[in-house]
DNA sequence: CTGCATCCGCTACGATACTG
DNA sequence: CAGTATCGTAGCGGATGCAG
């Protein structure tokens, strides 16, 4: 097809940054990730560390996960069932940025709250009196 | 303060990286952003360029960012009235982590779909036939 | 131990109409 | 032009019970 390689970035290109982001943006999701970057684990290793977390959410969140090549499952067929969960490649790939915007969030996050409470305040008597 | 920078990552810290993850992940604002990104624009400016947004949308999102302190907003009271939208020093220092993780999305897009393809055919008939 | 299906509530989202 | 309020829907998220 005639493709109109744009010289800079696209709405079209943010549209799949905004896919990305928004299963990164899960929040249980860099969770499990951030848990993934430590070393392979089980499932209920993970529903325990992740405090918080429901089975439903966690097992939704893995199958996203996985479904999109980010992580491996590994189920063993043994008595007890053993599923262990491990970063692929591409997750791995995926933790740099992820921990990039982490650091932003960490560096940044009292200005946030600053501004958040500064906004917070105009609005709380915003058009009223004392 | 104290900036013993800890050992590893902690859950905590992950707590926070999912909340700016949160906001920054919802769709519309980090088009907001990149929009915001090329200059100043308008309400319906806005409202114009990114397709599929609602106007209630459009408010909510861009009030979000403002709160946030990553966008300011300046109104001119007059008629018609007309409010600027425009990137803060904060939220052009998101831009660069945020456009980081957008690259990694675009160089990453083939590969995420192939694996969504592969999960998708595996799991048509996982348990099925012989 | 792991995963899934169901029920139920909640919040987020979209379209419309109205105000300044 | 910019923003708010309301209504209705739909998907998300949590608890429970069941199956391999």
Redesign the pocket.
Known sequence: MGVTDPPAHTIESCMHVSDVLARVG?KWSILVIAKLGQGPQ???ALKREIT??????L?LT??GLERDGLIL?T?TPSI????DYALTDLGRSLLEPVQALGEWAIAHRAVVEAARHTFDAQHRDAGSHD
Chains 1, 2 share one sequence.
């Open positions: 899960s089980r499932f209920n918080g977390i429901s089975q439903r959410m097992t893995v199958r499952r189920a007890p069932p053993r599923v």
